[in-house]
Structure formats: structure tokens, C-alpha cells
């Protein structure tokens, strides 16, 4: 992975301002990549991880479209951020000040429901009700409540809504349905069309739901980091 990480460090810039790759550059989102990638294949992304955390909103959430306009946190970019923050701490130890984020950005998640408008009270998106693989970017309640499940510890109460979301998902021969299929370029077929079973969507499925029916019955535990 060294040989790939020096390859990538030589000949990938972004397109904002040429920075190199591994500097990552104004978008959150793309910065929380950039911190995947780079803590996968062992590379020092200590400075993007401390953008993100300078980049956080009031509100505890972060968006994309921040540096261009005012905005409120986003559903996506947050959970890309927390979850691109999350692996960063498991490979270095992390520290108080990103854990500190991090949790702010789960509370911002945690205050709507996963769902939810914070205004209103209904659901800010049907389609985030639809599963997909890969998700990519996108935001739906799976891969929200897959990334609680990684985390771990005892459910927060508000998950509750979400969580029977993917329970009633699950169809009569136990397996869960690719649902939303998401444009873009396909380099290795991971599923087949929609509305068919989905191996991907079953197995975090499983987890989700493991992950919580196992700390209801136990009485729950701490958060791991």
C-alpha cells in the first residue's frame, strides 16, 4: 500500500487550486474521503481531520455547500464527516477535540431521528428510506444506523424510529432488496438491478439489527472508540 500511496501522492491533485491529494481542499465532503482514503493506506491526514473539526456548524452538522453559501448542516455531508472522523480515531487513538465533533455531529443526526426535519417534524427526504449499494455520497437510514452499529455502545433511544425502518424492510425469505441504485460509473458490479435481493443490504442490515436487538438484551454498554 505504500508503493499505491506514494503513486497517489505524485500524480493527484485536485482540481481546487491544484492542492495535492492528501491536503484534501475546501469541501467537507471530499475532505472526509480524503481521510478514508488516506488512514486506509497509512497516511498522515492529521491536518484534514482538524479542517473538518474547524469547519463544524453551530448547529453541530456540516454541509458541502458551506463555503459557497450560507447553509444548515446537511444529513449527508454529516455522516460522511462523522464516519470519515470515527475510522481516523481507531487508527491514531484520535483525540478529545475530534471525539468532542464527532459526537456533536451524531447528536445533530440523533436530534431529528436520522430522518426527520427539525422544523417540521416529517421526513425531510422519501428516498432516504430506499437502500442502496454502493450508497456513495448519498444519504439513506441504512447506512446511517450502519454507521451506529460500527460505532457501537448502547442505541441512543432516538434510533428507535430508524431502526424499525430497516426491521420492516426485511422481506419473507429474511434477505433485504437493493432499492435505489445511484448514478455514476460502475467499475465492478457489486449487485444486481433493484427490487431484487441485495447481499450487500442484507449483511449491514444484519448488523444493524444485531448490533441492537444484542444491547437491548444486555442492557447496553459503552460507546467504543
Not at 465532503?29 to 482538524?50: H, R, W
Not at 450560507?70 to 455522516?79: E, I, M, N, V, Y
Not at 450502519?146 to 429474511?174: C, H, N, S
Not at 460502475?186 to 444484519?206: C, I, K, Y
Request: hydrophobic letters at 35%; aromatic letters at 12%.
Amino acid at each position: 500500500m505504500q508503493e499505491t500511496a506514494q503513486l497517489v501522492a505524485r500524480n493527484c491533485r485536485w482540481e481546487y487550486e491544484g492542492l495535492p491529494f492528501f491536503d484534501g481542499e475546501v469541501d467537507c465532503c471530499i475532505n472526509a474521503g480524503t481521510i478514508l482514503i488516506g488512514t486506509y493506506l497509512g497516511i498522515d491526514v492529521d491536518p484534514v481531520v482538524q479542517r473538518l473539526v474547524a469547519d463544524q456548524m453551530p448547529d453541530g452538522g456540516w454541509n458541502c455547500w458551506a463555503e459557497a453559501r450560507p447553509a444548515p448542516g446537511s444529513f449527508a455531508s454529516t455522516l460522511d464527516v462523522i464516519d470519515a472522523l470515527l475510522r481516523w480515531e481507531r487508527q491514531t487513538g484520535g483525540s478529545d477535540e475530534v471525539r468532542r465533533a464527532r459526537r456533536n455531529g451524531e447528536e445533530y443526526l440523533l436530534r431529528r431521528n436520522l430522518f426527520r426535519s427539525w422544523r417540521t417534524g416529517e421526513t425531510v427526504n422519501p428516498q432516504w428510506l430506499l437502500f442502496s449499494y454502493p450508497p456513495r455520497w448519498h444519504y439513506d437510514l441504512l447506512k446511517a444506523t450502519d454507521y451506529f452499529a460500527r460505532r457501537g455502545g448502547t442505541p441512543d433511544p432516538r434510533l428507535a424510529e430508524a431502526i424499525e425502518q430497516v426491521r420492516t424492510k426485511r422481506q419473507p425469505d429474511g434477505r433485504w432488496l437493493l432499492e435505489n441504485s445511484h448514478p455514476g460509473a460502475v467499475h465492478f458490479r457489486f449487485e444486481e438491478p433493484d427490487g431484487t435481493p441485495s447481499r450487500w443490504n442484507t449483511l449491514r442490515a444484519l448488523r444493524v439489527l444485531r448490533w441492537y436487538e444484542a444491547s437491548a438484551h444486555s442492557g447496553g454498554a459503552s460507546e467504543m472508540n
